[in-house]
Structures are given as C-alpha cells and as structure tokens.
C-alpha cells in the first residue's frame, strides 16, 4: 500500500469527529427561533434540508466515485462554512433577510452531508490494506465512533454553556460581558472553526486508486442507475437498508424532537447539553459491542437485535415518566449507533470499490427519505391531537408510533426471512 495512504485513516477520524459533532446541536431549535423565526419557518427549513440531502445524495455519490471522493469532501467542508457564516451574519428578527440566509444555510448544510455521505467512508476504506480489510474496518470503524462519542461530548457541554450568556458573564468583568445576541452565535463560530479543520483535513487526504477513477462526469448517471440497481437486487443489501430505513426514520424522529421531550418529562433546560455529554459517553462502548455481535450472529440477527430494542424503547417512552424517561431516550439513542455499524459493516462488506461511494449515497438517500417521510407524517400526528395540558399531543403521537413500528417491522423482517432463503 502506498504509505501516503496510511495517513488517511487518521484524516478520516478527525474529519468524523469535527463534521459531525457540532456544538450547536442541543440548542439547535430555539438557535433559529431566537434569531426571531417562528416555529412553521423552522419546521419548513427543514423541510429544505430533507429535501436537499435527499436530490443530491447519489448524484454526489456518483461524482465521488468518478471524480474522486477527496474534492466532494473538500466541496463539504468549504459548503460547511459558508453554512456557518451566514447564521453568524444574520441580523437577529431580520425579516426577509433573515429568513433567507437561514435557507441558504439549509440548502448549503444538505449539500454538505451529501457529498460527505458515503464518500468519506469510501475514502477510508479504500486506503486499508487488502489484507484481512474487513477486520481493519471493523477496527477503524469502532475508533471512528468512539472518537465521535469524544467529540459529542465536548461539544454538548461546550455548546450548551456557551449559548447562555448567564454563567459566561459570571466569570468576565463587567466590561466584558456579553449580550445575550452574541451569546448565541458563539456555538456557531465554535463549528465555523471545526469547518477549517475539516477543509485542513481533507486538502491533506490522498485519493486512493479504485477501480472507476479516471472515467468521464458523463458516466455519473450511469453509474448512479447502476449502483440503485444493483442496491435494490443485492439480497443482503437491499434487506439492510430496507429494514435500516424503518427503524432509523423513527428514532431518528424522536433524536430530533428530544427537547420537547426533555421539557415532557421535567428536566430543566440547563441540563440538554450534559445529556448530550452523556450520550456521547455511552456512545463509546457501542462499538465494541456491536463488533461482537456481528461478529457472533448473522445480518438479520442484529437488526432484529435493534428493531426489539427500539420497539421496547419507544413503548417505554410514551409514559413520559418525570426524570426516569431519560433512560428509554438514552438507551433509543445507543441503538441507534448499534444500527448505524451493522448497517455500514454490510455494505462495506458486500459492495466493491468502483461503487462504494455510490452505493453509500444510495443508502443515504433512502434512509433520509424515510426520515423526512416520517417526520412529516409525525408532525402532522401532532396537529390532530389537543395539547392541552402542554405535552399531551406529544405524549399521543409517541403512543401512536409504537404499534405502527411494530406492525412495520414485523411485516419486513417476515419478507426478509423467506427473501434471503428463496433460490436465486
């Protein structure tokens, strides 16, 4: 292997931590409202998001493949910072202004996570050796997870802090105390400076040799319809992702409605960024516990392993249990990184390099789908039920998702059982 090469895997992790653990993520909600958007414009920026992750996702696949998956992450890093600057330069309760410089943040952070998706992971495993690959994935892959759980740590406590100027003005002279305007866009600054990381990185990668490099930008259609196809006729392929899909869009719903359920259950709103600290912390043991199961049973053993885990989850989330409910939300949370390796270690496994990339972005889009398909049928659940007392129409849509989550995965993992044994 070439020894430039053995670099990557290290410039791979570090991207992984400072794309993804972002400090703004636990006040992420009231970050918009508090620039002065109301809640139907913040429900239909992301909307925007959804949907432009969801067009561009395989296209951008497509290119990493052809053009190489080291210029789609430099495009995602640069994408990522000019998606910060324009929330660091909106005027607070700006009107017109304001309102579109938060689409343009939108569009430019969906942008991002596709070209990042699946062309990063490419990246990483294209650069192992050979030999024994699959083992130094699974490696690298529990470092990279861990690493992110780090990372999530640092930046929910940082971000949550950081946000309210209340105990920042505590430790600064008079002089220096911050106003609350400001207070708020240092979360954003903290991940304008991870995005410079994440370009450092990335102009620093080398571009593995694969199997369609050099070929032509006329080929990306091609390749594009060839590795959905080939995705939807791949037995093991198309049966993780499908099955993936259906328990993804649902926890990953509540991951993004976590605060309202947070405030459901009683506990104060100083306390979401530790939580988030926390999860980063529990998050560190997911991998290695997910190597050996994989390891031990099949496919389809630990996605039923997930989908039971979920379902008990979500049941034990709808009593809404003051302070105690936080541990059926952690433990949906850990599940979901136990979904995300197994998911990731099969595609890996089964797909060859001239259409990794593509087939990620295959399986991002699909998963994305599923979650903006789900979250808007979620959102309009809570329409139809009174919120009187506050929180009820929540606590009624998440009594209304455990059936449904039970009807849907039984009906794919029964389809997937007489699928993967039916002869070709």
Same mark, same amino acid.
């Given at each position: 292997?070439?020894?430039?090469?053995?670099?990557?895997?290290?410039?791979?992790?570090?991207?992984?931590?400072?794309?993804?653990?972002?400090?703004?993520?636990?006040?992420?909600? !009231?970050?918009?409202?508090?620039?002065?958007?109301?809640?139907?414009?913040?429900?239909?920026?992301?909307? !925007?998001?959804?949907?432009?992750?969801?067009?561009?996702?395989?296209?951008?696949?497509?290119?990493?493949?052809?053009?190489?998956?080291?210029?789609?992450?430099?495009?995602?890093?640069?994408?990522?910072?000019?998606?910060?600057?324009?929330?660091?330069?909106?005027?607070?309760?700006?009107?017109?202004?304001?309102?579109?410089?938060?689409?343009?943040?939108?569009?430019?952070?969906?942008?991002?996570?596709?070209?990042?998706?699946?062309?990063?992971?490419?990246?990483?495993?294209?650069?192992?050796?050979?030999?024994?690959?699959?083992?130094?994935?699974?490696?690298?892959?529990?470092?990279?997870?861990?690493?992110?759980?780090?990372?999530?740590?640092?930046?929910?406590?940082?971000?949550?802090?950081?946000?309210?100027?209340?105990?920042?003005?505590?430790?600064?002279?008079?002089?220096?105390?911050?106003?609350?305007?400001?207070?708020?866009?240092?979360?954003?600054?903290? /991940?304008?400076?991870?995005?410079?990381?994440?370009?450092? #990185?990335?102009?620093? #990668?080398?571009?593995?040799?694969?199997?369609?490099?050099?070929?032509?930008?006329?080929?990306?259609?091609?390749?594009?319809?060839?590795?959905?196809?080939?995705?939807?006729?791949?037995?093991?392929?198309?049966?993780?992702?499908?099955?993936?899909?259906?328990?993804?869009?649902?926890?990953? &719903?509540?991951?993004?409605?976590?605060?309202?359920?947070?405030? +459901?259950?009683?506990?104060?709103?100083?306390?979401? *960024?530790?939580?988030?600290?926390?999860?980063?912390?529990?998050?560190?043991?997911?991998?290695?516990?997910?190597?050996?199961?994989?390891?031990?049973?099949?496919?389809?053993? &630990?996605? *039923?392993?997930?989908?039971?885990?979920?379902?008990?989850?979500?049941?034990?989330?709808?009593?809404?249990?003051? !302070?105690?409910? +936080?541990?059926?939300?952690?433990?949906?949370?850990?599940?979901?990184?136990?979904?995300?390796?197994?998911?990731?270690?099969?595609?890996?496994?089964?797909?060859?390099?001239?259409?990794?990339?593509? /087939?990620?972005?295959?399986?991002?889009?699909?998963?994305?789908?599923?979650?903006?398909?789900?979250?808007?049928?979620?959102?309009?659940?809570?329409?139809?039920?009174?919120?009187?007392?506050? *929180?009820?129409?929540?606590?009624?849509?998440?009594?209304?998702?455990?059936?449904?989550?039970?009807?849907?995965?039984?009906?794919?993992?029964?389809?997937?059982?007489?699928?993967?044994?039916?002869?070709?």
């Amino acid at each position: 292997m070439n020894a430039d090469l053995s670099l990557n895997a290290n410039r791979y992790v570090i991207f992984s931590v400072f794309f993804t653990a972002r400090a703004y993520y636990p006040v992420l909600a !009231i970050l918009f409202i508090d620039l002065g958007l109301t809640l139907d414009q913040f429900v239909l920026l992301n909307l !925007i998001w959804a949907a432009t992750i969801f067009l561009f996702e395989v296209p951008s696949g497509a290119l990493a493949d052809i053009i190489g998956r080291r210029r789609l992450l430099i495009a995602a890093s640069l994408l990522m910072a000019i998606e910060m600057l324009c929330l660091l330069f909106a005027p607070r309760d700006g009107g017109t202004v304001l309102f579109s410089l938060c689409v343009i943040n939108r569009i430019c952070s969906g942008l991002s996570e596709a070209c990042a998706s699946g062309a990063d992971e490419a990246l990483a495993y294209d650069s192992l050796p050979t030999d024994n690959r699959e083992q130094a994935w699974d490696k690298l892959l529990g470092h990279a997870m861990r690493w992110r759980a780090v990372g999530f740590f640092m930046a929910m406590i940082l971000g949550g802090i950081i946000y309210n100027p209340e105990p920042l003005n505590s430790f600064l002279p008079a002089v220096l105390h911050l106003s609350a305007n400001i207070a708020h866009r240092l979360p954003v600054a903290l /991940v304008l400076c991870q995005a410079m990381v994440c370009l450092w #990185m990335t102009l620093h #990668m080398v571009e593995p040799i694969h199997s369609a490099a050099g070929s032509t930008l006329k080929q990306a259609f091609k390749v594009t319809l060839s590795a959905a196809y080939w995705v939807m006729t791949h037995r093991k392929t198309l049966v993780v992702v499908l099955i993936g899909v259906a328990i993804d869009s649902i926890v990953r &719903n509540f991951a993004t409605v976590n605060s309202s359920y947070y405030r +459901l259950i009683h506990l104060p709103e100083w306390t979401y *960024g530790f939580l988030g600290a926390v999860m980063g912390v529990l998050w560190w043991f997911v991998p290695g516990i997910a190597k050996k199961l994989n390891t031990r049973f099949s496919m389809i053993a &630990n996605l *039923g392993f997930v989908a039971l885990g979920s379902l008990i989850g979500l049941a034990a989330l709808v009593p809404a249990w003051p !302070i105690y409910g +936080l541990i059926p939300a952690m433990f949906l949370m850990m599940m979901m990184g136990f979904l995300g390796f197994t998911v990731s270690r099969v595609l890996h496994n089964e797909t060859d390099s001239a259409r990794r990339a593509t /087939v990620l972005s295959v399986k991002g889009m699909v998963f994305n789908l599923g979650y903006g398909l789900f979250s808007f049928a979620f959102s309009t659940l809570l329409t139809r039920f009174p919120d009187a007392p506050v *929180g009820a129409a929540l606590r009624s849509a998440l009594l209304w998702q455990v059936p449904f989550f039970a009807v849907l995965t039984m009906v794919l993992f029964t389809w997937a059982s007489v699928y993967l044994q039916r002869k070709r």
